[in-house]
């Protein structure tokens, strides 16, 4: 779903950032219903929110579950776990959530940091379509 969009190249056309392919996607994607003025938000957390530190591709991930999975508050949600599961699967599965880890180990100077956005996508796919039956 959201990893086969951006893996045809969404965002690419508008310069978009992680976090901004992500947020951008999943509104497409998900059909969260988000207007362009709310998806701005995303904006500053690309490049680990501008000093790598945690990756945008992820925060905007946490953004599409909490869209997604609080109706009103997270503490009568299960956003905690969920943010704990997706964030889990990521580091086990690229050994860090840190954007300067990251880029060091993923990022080069053709596909830039496709192969992280594209494993945050492909989590964040598993996890809704699991909550989503």
Do not use: P, W
């Amino acid at each position: 779903m959201l990893k086969k969009l951006i893996l045809k190249g969404y965002g690419q056309e508008q310069n978009y950032n992680c976090a901004e392919k992500i947020l951008y996607g999943a509104n497409e994607i998900y059909n969260l219903g988000l207007g362009k003025e709310t998806m701005k938000l995303a904006a500053g957390f690309g490049g680990g929110m501008g000093i790598e530190s945690t990756c945008g591709a992820l925060t905007a991930s946490v953004m599409v579950l909490s869209k997604l999975f609080v109706e009103n508050t997270a503490h009568e949600s299960e956003i905690k776990e969920l943010t704990s599961e997706f964030l889990n699967k990521f580091e086990k599965s690229m050994g860090t959530i840190d954007c300067s880890s990251l880029k060091v180990k993923y990022r080069d100077e053709v596909k830039g940091c496709s192969d992280i956005i594209f494993k945050a996508a492909d989590i964040l796919d598993e996890i809704v379509e699991e909550r989503m039956k």
